[in-house]
């Protein structure tokens, strides 16, 4: 059974630009998260979907958007990209809301 | 606010030992908790849940325990292998949102 997929896996970006990421839930999953790993934050929620619907959004500005595909797949979307915005942006699924989450093995992204 | 606490401090011990992992969490009642294992650059793989309702839960050299009167969970790893050198993460989960919430991670370093 294939396991999340994240691509791409490295982005290299400058300031104000956007970038979307694409994560790939494993086969029957249907809700999807996306997180965000720093090393001053540790993993921090950006939001949820399930049904191809937001069902849960974490503390993060507007410039972080995402959504979900008819086939669970996911997008995550960054606009006006800033220094800070430099993470491992980690995509996971699971069944429903209260199983556990398989993560995939990020992208990273890093800001010049 | 929910604050997540392991100790950020690595864990040296001598392999064929039993490791031991503390989590302890405040100003939060999770309804289930998981524990996961990083390693560099790589997604967390999900290793253990536990629920509010069960004390203690065991897979092969894994064991987890929950006090939700302690606020606390420990993880335990017996007869430990360098293979096992990874940061473990700990993440409650409420039962409203089923959103966890990760601790910053403990570094596990099994020595030969």
């Known amino acids: 059974k294939a396991g999340v997929t994240q691509t791409p896996r490295y982005l290299i970006k400058t300031r104000g630009q956007q970038v979307t990421l694409s994560c790939s839930p494993i086969s029957g999953h249907r809700s999807v998260s996306w997180y965000q790993q720093t090393p001053g934050q540790g993993l921090q929620f950006l939001f949820e979907y399930f049904s191809e619907t937001q069902r849960n959004k974490g503390n993060f500005p507007g410039r972080f958007s995402g959504r979900q595909f008819s086939n669970s797949r996911s997008e995550m979307n960054v606009s006006t990209l800033e220094l800070g915005d430099s993470a491992l942006y980690l995509c996971?699924?699971?069944?429903?809301?209260?199983?556990?989450?398989?993560f995939g093995d990020g992208t990273r992204l890093s800001i010049l | 606010s929910q604050k997540i606490e392991q100790n950020s401090e690595a864990l040296n011990i001598q392999e064929g030992k039993t490791a031991t992992l503390t989590c302890n969490y405040t100003n939060y009642s999770p309804a289930y908790l998981q524990w996961y294992r990083q390693d560099p650059g790589r997604g967390p793989v999900f290793l253990l849940l536990?629920?509010?309702?069960?004390k203690e839960k065991r897979k092969e050299r894994l064991k987890v325990t929950f006090d939700t009167t302690l606020k606390q969970s420990l993880f335990h790893i017996t007869a430990s292998q360098p293979a096992d050198s990874a940061t473990y993460l700990c993440a409650p989960a409420s039962g409203g949102s089923y959103i966890p919430t990760f601790g910053r991670g403990t570094s596990l370093i099994v020595h030969p």
């Open positions: 996971a699924s699971s069944r429903q809301g209260d199983q556990p989450q398989h």
């Open positions: 536990i629920r509010e309702n069960e």
